[in-house]
């Protein structure tokens, strides 16, 4: 069965230090891959996708980029955050062939301080 | 452009009562709609789907919605509440655009359960 994973699960950073979270999925293979961003208050918002290794569309300009390394791996990162990078962040991935069913990590929540 | 609203933030019912989430969209062709649940800390679980077909959709625990084309609307319901389903709900529709399919989220309904 397919597994996705999320980490860290919650991770504390200062104001202008660098930012890396991971998104890994097994049991699939070439999925789409996708990072949400959850702010207090708000709903999820679409960061960035991935339809294939090396292939990156930005849905929103910000302080972030992605990368994806390997085909079931999906990197989030920053070079420096800012306050307003708090939130919720989620990785999701849909299989090819059928790929308007997203399925969800448990997601790991970033403080800004 | 496409979009959905959920028009209530907060909800509050009595444990035993029926529940009603409200959901409209604006998309253009036929949607793919979606009903997800956040319990506080953790990801999303997918309740229920709607592709094609009928369209009053039956969903895990005991959740159903009713796609209504006339409307634009995917209302969430359950006969009656449980104290466990207080959480947070996200209605989502799926756009295809660029080779896949983007979920466009509303923007939550919180459900409180009273005892």
């Known amino acids: 069965s397919q597994t996705i994973h999320q980490w860290p699960a919650t991770l504390v950073q200062p104001v202008g230090s660098p930012l890396s979270l991971e998104c890994t999925v097994e049991?699939?293979?070439?999925?789409?891959l996708y990072w949400y961003r959850q702010a207090a208050g708000r709903g999820l918002q679409l960061l960035f996708y991935?339809?294939?290794?090396?292939?990156i569309s930005s849905e929103v300009p910000q302080n972030l980029s992605a990368s994806r390394p390997q085909d079931r791996q999906f990197i989030l990162s920053s070079k420096k955050l800012l306050l307003s990078d708090s939130g919720f962040y989620l990785c999701?991935?849909?299989?090819?062939?059928?790929?308007?069913?997203?399925?969800f990590g448990p997601g790991t929540r970033l403080t800004v301080t | 452009a496409q979009s959905v609203t959920q028009p209530d933030i907060h909800i509050t019912v009595s444990e035993g009562a029926s529940l009603e989430l409200r959901c409209n969209y604006s998309?253009?062709?036929?949607?793919?709609l979606f009903w997800y649940v956040q319990s506080p800390g953790q990801g999303l679980q997918l309740l229920l789907k709607?592709?094609?077909?009928?369209?009053l959709v039956q969903g895990i625990k005991g959740f159903e919605a009713e796609f209504k084309r006339s409307q634009s609307s995917f209302n969430l319901r359950k006969p009656s509440v449980h104290w466990s389903d207080a959480a947070e709900y996200f209605c989502?529709?799926?756009?295809?655009?660029?080779?896949?399919?983007?979920?466009?989220f509303g923007t939550g309904t919180r459900l409180k359960v009273l005892a």
């Open positions: 991935s339809v294939g290794i090396g292939q």
């Open positions: 999701a991935w849909s299989v090819l062939q059928d790929s308007y069913e997203q399925y």
């Open positions: 998309y253009g062709a036929t949607p793919y």
């Open positions: 049991g699939t293979s070439n999925p789409n």
């Open positions: 989502a529709v799926g756009a295809y655009g660029s080779g896949t399919y983007k979920y466009i």
């Open positions: 709607y592709f094609s077909g009928d369209t």
